[in-house]
């Protein structure tokens, strides 16, 4: 199959966000942050307009999914050994020993299983996916694959059929 790709990676697509991985057992990483760089790539057909999607189009959806993240406290929804707790003012997660004690406002839960790079961006994807599909239709984009870099030179990222 002959295919078409475009990728945005602009520095103005990243998130500062604190969280920490379950290994199991009751064992986790410290709390810790990282300042992360999203990325997105389509690929499929040119459209009439001789693109497979506008790079403006796609820039402010995966900028509005990076704003959504920043400056918040990462906790994953879909882990049945992290106990969480959601009050009015107070976010509690408990992990084995582990209790943590986040304001609300600090807190985004995500229906992951672990707050790893790899888990960020399915997690990005299917909210990127999901809103070009509501926007633009996507027509002729055949795959989606989306990165999360934490760090420099550590990087994970996701891809599926669009």
């Given at each position: 199959?002959?295919?078409?790709?475009?990728?945005?990676?602009?520095e103005n697509l990243k998130f500062s966000s604190a969280h920490f991985v379950l290994f199991g057992n009751g064992q986790c990483e410290t709390l810790h942050g990282h300042?992360?760089?999203a990325?997105?790539?389509?690929?499929?057909?040119?459209?009439?307009s001789d693109y497979v999607m506008d790079f403006l189009e796609v820039k402010p959806l995966l900028k509005q999914?990076?704003?959504?993240?920043?400056?918040?406290?990462?906790?994953?929804?879909?882990?049945?050994?992290l106990k969480i707790t959601q009050g009015h003012a107070v976010v509690?997660?408990?992990?084995?020993?582990?209790?943590?004690?986040?304001?609300?406002e600090?807190?985004?839960?995500?229906p992951i299983h672990n707050?790893?790079?790899e888990l960020l961006a399915r997690y990005i994807c299917g909210?990127?996916?999901?809103?070009?599909?509501?926007?633009?239709?996507?027509?002729?984009?055949?795959?989606?694959?989306?990165?999360?870099?934490?760090?420099?030179?550590?990087?994970?990222?996701y891809e599926e059929a669009f």
């Open positions: 199959m002959t295919a078409f790709r475009i990728r945005v990676n602009h300042n992360y760089r990325w997105v790539e389509l690929e499929g057909s040119l459209q009439p999914i990076c704003e959504h993240l920043d400056h918040r406290v990462l906790l994953p929804t879909d882990n049945e050994d509690e997660a408990i992990y084995g020993t582990k209790q943590y004690r986040f304001p609300v600090d807190v985004l839960l995500l707050a790893t790079a909210e990127l996916k999901t809103e070009i599909r509501s926007r633009y239709g996507g027509e002729g984009v055949a795959t989606i694959r989306v990165g999360v870099q934490e760090s420099f030179g550590q990087e994970a990222s």
